[in-house]
């Protein structure tokens, strides 16, 4: 199928063959009849990506303090490295858009195969097929068409504003701004009994306002203030709607000074927010900023996971947003087909962008006469075919092709005649683009054969970048490939475990970042089947967790320090972890599992790893929560097998500015100290020999390790016991912090070193 992106670091617009999304639980899967620029944002997006890097910093000073914050944690290499690779990638642009149901995911009530659909979102794309959460989704009805439906997202948009405004019959309300969203916020505010008095610089998006519905339209001030005074006996407007979009501040200032005593103004555009003090005060005005389209927005919970509100307490949802839209339509009390100023196929997508961006203006059949500027402007897109007998819709066999060979670089053939090791992705974000495929891609002896992630721009572009035979959004590909030899699962934790173990029941060497599993029950399915594999079938499997730091060379002479030791460690490691607020993905205990799991476990398999032994049990206080934090300040004393003891101090209350870890170590008259995996100094015989380097958390060292015991026919580099037991070792520490007692460390086997 064929998708729009743009390059944020060149600002290269691009339409281009990727394999269609897979349909997930509780969303659906839609092929795409038309899709609408949204101007004002998509304009906003396409320019910073057009800018230069200093451009593009100074349009965005909160992520360059972001970055510099990284640096002084990361280093600047690792920082560089992200940075580099979240602004050489491909980003979707578009997110209102209407077609036809060609899947249903699991979880998912009241769609089925065939409807008419509109689709909001991020997933609602300018694409041939996306993946849209089923919450936002909205069944088109049948006097509406599809190519009216696809500003069904835009128009939620308007329709929460003036929901935020609380107007009522006969109320006077100005709209600032008459683009696309200031003109359906218009036709919208007459068909709820308003008196509407819209304002634009522009004299021709006033004379469209007027053709939609407004009472009066201006395009300079002072018209706009007589009239209004005349309307309101000089009260003032009840309420004012801002749907401009421009840095200026002016667009606030203008809504102080028109608004009544006790009005409302309600931000649903992108202006300058300096208020002015004396009118907002003085008339004691209620100030608004609409949250998109309505309550949902942003919350995980009810755009991925397909939770919704209560209807009794939160009326308006923004998928109910969008289903009130498409009933005005329905109604014909809003009118968007007199909107429609450009239609192009997907593939002029550059120069709908031009347009809009000032570049050239181009008039088409549909636009009004009086119009010589855009307003609607549309993608439109091949329609589905209609199965024989059915009456249902279908999609074409090559829109759903989920895997995209990748002409220019090396093929699977080829690459299967060499002796390279095979090695297949899933999972492609930011972290394993800048961590682990730098290493996996240099590597002389590995072919990177084909790459899986959800996401089908993602899946191109590490394709593209990193030199894969094969890009795809279905990890069956990667199983189901008789060449790949070894699969690396670098997705998010709730999936880890389940791909672990389709991977092994494939007969793939795996490695799997950490957690290997969230749960008892999902660490008790990955032992299973590699018991299954290793005592009944008589196969030897191969499974790694990435604990990346027993690789570090500052760990690992800090590991040789204390090698020819006769008495136990004592340890203590602070992890000064950084704030994350409770929203935020990885505290999701269903998708990240909680810092403990997710990353203390890190620091658990330290332990095992300098001492040799395993964990056997271990004790967890944790400050209050505050309502601020889940278990994100604790520490946890752990005891080994051989006596040692070890301390962690995981803190998120602490300053960034401060190095994130700190480990000390004691035993027989010698100490060592690492400092943020740049400095190790270590102290015997009062001698003190310091060691220093670029910050090395050991992630290379990992991935050669890992190619290395593969090729050879090795066993892990960590061993697949210590991995068991660091992560029981992390649900013991959960079920610690819940009764308050020591926990013993259940890990099957002995220990291997």
Known sequence: M?????????????????????????????????SLISAGTERSLVETGRKSLVGKALSRPDQVRKV???VKQLGFEATFSLVKSRLDARMPLGYSSAGIVVGVGDGVEGFKIGDKVACGGAAAGHAEVINIPHN??????????????????????????????????????????????????VQILKASGCHVIGFDPDAQRCALAINAGADHAFSDEKSLESTLAQLSSSHGA?????????????????????????????????????????????????????????PGRYDL????????????????????????????????????????THTFPLENAVEAYDLISGKHQKSSQEAPTNAATFMGVLFEYPLATIAEGSGEMSASPILLKRRIEMPGNQSVQQQVSTTKLQVGLIGAGNFARSMLLPHLNSHPQVSLAGVATLGPLESLDAAERF???????????????????????????????????S?????????????????????????????????????????????????????????????????????????????????????????????????????????????????VKVYAQALPNLGRYENDNVTIQATLADGSIGNIIYVANGDKTLGKEYLEIFCEGRAAVLDDYQSLVLYHDRKRVSRQGARDKGHRAEMLAWVEAIRKGQNEPVPFEHAVAATQAAFATLRSLQTGQAVSVQYPGTMKG
């Open 2 to 34: 064929k998708q729009l992106s743009q390059n944020m670091q060149s600002g290269l617009l691009r339409v281009e063959e990727v394999p269609a999304p897979t349909v997930q639980q509780n969303f659906v899967l839609v092929q795409t009849a038309f």
């Open 68 to 70: 510099l914050r990284s």
């Open 136 to 185: 936002l989704c909205a069944a088109v009805p049948q006097e509406v068409t599809l190519r009216q439906a696809a500003f069904t997202t835009v128009g939620a948009i308007a329709l929460q504003g003036i929901r935020l405004a609380d107007v009522r019959i006969g109320e006077i309300v100005v709209v600032i701004g008459l683009g696309l969203l200031g003109n359906l916020a």
């Open 238 to 294: 009840d309420a004012v709607i801002i749907t401009a979009g421009t840095s200026s501040n002016r667009p606030v200032e203008m809504a102080g000074e028109l608004c009544r005593d006790k009005g409302k103004v309600v931000v649903v555009g992108a202006v300058g927010l300096s208020l002015p003090r004396a009118p907002y005060y003085h008339k004691e005005i209620s100030f608004m900023i609409s949250r998109s389209y309505g």
């Open 301 to 340: 919970t009810y755009e991925e996971k397909g939770n919704d509100y209560p209807y009794g307490y939160v009326r308006w949802t923004e998928g109910r947003n969008m289903q009130a839209f498409l009933a005005l339509l329905q109604q014909k009390k809003i009118d968007v087909d007199r909107l429609v």
């Open 467 to 501: 030199k894969f035979g094969y890009a795809t959004t279905d990890p069956d590909q990667i199983f189901q490939d008789p060449n790949v030899q070894a699969v690396l699962i670098a997705t998010r934790h709730d999936s880890h475990a389940d791909l672990a173990v």
């Open 503 to 615: 991977a092994l029941r494939a007969g793939k060497a795996v490695h799997v970042e950490k957690p290997m599993a969230m749960t008892p029950a999902e660490l008790d399915e990955v032992l299973d089947t590699y018991h299954d594999l290793s005592e009944q079938k008589g196969i030897r499997p191969f499974l790694m967790v990435g604990f990346n730091r027993r690789f570090s060379p500052l760990m690992r002479q800090a590991f040789d320090f204390f090698a020819q030791r006769n008495e136990p460690l004592a340890m203590s490691y602070r992890i000064n972890a950084g704030y994350l607020p409770p929203d935020h993905w990885t505290q999701d205990p269903e998708v990240g599992g909680g810092r403990i799991v997710g990353e203390v476990c890190h620091f658990l398999d330290l332990f095992q790893f300098l001492t040799g032994a395993p964990l």
